[in-house]
């Protein structure tokens, strides 16, 4: 009988196919890690967010859609992409359940987005027009191909497991931090001084990453460790 840890994975949404899908990376790099992945519904039923806790050991934020501005009190700018109220919505009700009961999560590209607009940051809505165009964020494909490195703070869980000062991250995004929630810490930043990855230190296991290790962990040694660190606390 299997024993591994369940993790609930944020679904992707496809308004024009009228459908939720899911990127096989996310579920990939569960499965190297040791982990069980589950695509959940996209719901605001307390109770069912209340089930999902109860069978789930830890959750994935994902990638997608554009955190919409008004979950940080700004007004949308043309820049600012489409927008998934479902998501904004459910994603919040389980962010605060899940911390509430100090369960393992892990954020990637939206994901830190969105977690940090959660707890009460804010977002730049664009960046190379309201930020900076001086680092390359949003690559082509291919995607598992590193194509700017980010700077990793010293005293950070991140730089106790990588054991490095430098990585070299792929990149696709075109929202990201701006100002950072007091419940955050910084774990990482672009050249260009964008926060690329955070932890919450009041929780278990809290991370969020701005790159793409759904793409890279199949040649990347260090998205594999991401995603085993994660594991591991569920």
């Known amino acids: 009988m299997s024993n591994r840890p369940v993790i609930g994975v944020i679904p992707l949404v ?11 990376g996310y ?7 040791g982990g069980l992945p589950v695509m959940l519904p996209l719901t605001s039923d307390s109770a069912d967010i209340e089930q999902i806790t109860e ?6 934020f994902t990638g997608g859609q554009d955190v919409d501005p008004k979950m940080y009190s700004a007004r949308k700018i043309g820049a600012c992409g489409e927008c998934s109220p ?4 459910m994603e919040e009700m389980l962010l605060k359940r899940a911390m509430e009961l100090d369960m393992p999560i892990l954020g990637i ?12 940051g804010t977002l730049w809505q664009d ?15 291919p995607y598992d191909v590193p194509i700017h490195e980010v700077n990793i703070k010293q005293d950070s869980p991140l730089h106790n497991l990588l054991k490095a000062d430098i990585t070299l991250v792929n990149s696709y995004h075109h929202q990201g931090i701006r ?3 007091s419940a ?16 919450a230190p009041k929780q278990k296991f809290l991370w969020a990453v701005q790159w793409h290790p759904e793409f890279s962990y199949p040649k990347d040694k260090n998205s594999k460790l991401i995603f085993r660190e994660f594991i591991r606390h569920c």
Not at 27 to 33: K, T
Not at 55 to 60: N, Q, R, S, T, V
Not at 86 to 89: A, G, N, S, T, V
């Open 14 to 24: 496809d308004y024009n196919k009228n459908s939720y899908w899911m990127l096989p």
């Open 27 to 33: 579920f990939g790099g569960i499965v190297e890690a």
């Open 55 to 60: 069978m789930c050991d830890g959750f994935l």
């Open 86 to 89: 479902e998501r904004d919505l």
């Open 109 to 120: 590209c939206r994901g830190i987005q969105f977690i940090n607009a959660a707890l009460g």
């Open 127 to 141: 960046i190379p027009s309201q930020f900076s165009d001086t680092v390359s964020h949003c690559q082509k494909p």
């Open 179 to 181: 100002e950072l929630s």
């Open 184 to 199: 955050l810490l910084p774990m990482a930043k672009a050249p260009d001084g964008l926060i690329e990855a955070v932890c």
